[in-house]
Nanobody, 122 residues
């Protein structure tokens, strides 16, 4: 298991913003594609977004397009998920995940962080 630490979750009002971070420790993040998934209570874990190792290509699930932005800073060994215009339906535990691939995939990730809670409520 590779050490990944997510941070940045919290409670935010509808329409608000949060930025999640996924910090890798002790290994080079640029060897991996980075993805974000989320899981709400009683629901299956779902893909949210992914970014290639170089950061040049991204992929989003339809429900977050235009509101969320995935990015990475390989020099800082960190991936990010900027979430704007948050809705109550975005409430979930958010996980970052890695896969050693040059492809952009919605599944098959091998390494996972511990998750960070995002709650969108007034």
């Amino acid at each position: 298991q590779l050490p990944l630490v997510e941070s940045g979750g919290g409670l935010v009002k509808p329409g608000g913003s949060l930025r999640l971070s996924c910090a890798a420790s002790g290994f080079p993040l640029d060897a991996y594609a980075v993805a974000w998934f989320r899981q709400a209570p009683g629901k299956e874990r779902e893909f949210v977004a992914a970014i290639t190792w170089s950061g040049t290509t991204t992929l989003y699930t339809d429900s977050v397009k235009g509101r969320f932005t995935i990015s990475r800073d390989n020099a800082k060994n960190t991936g990010y998920l900027q979430m704007n215009s948050l809705k109550p339906d975005d409430s979930a535990v958010y996980y970052c995940a890695l896969r050693a691939t040059r492809l952009l995939l919605r599944s098959g990730y091998d390494y996972w962080g511990q998750g960070t809670q995002v709650t969108v409520s007034s």
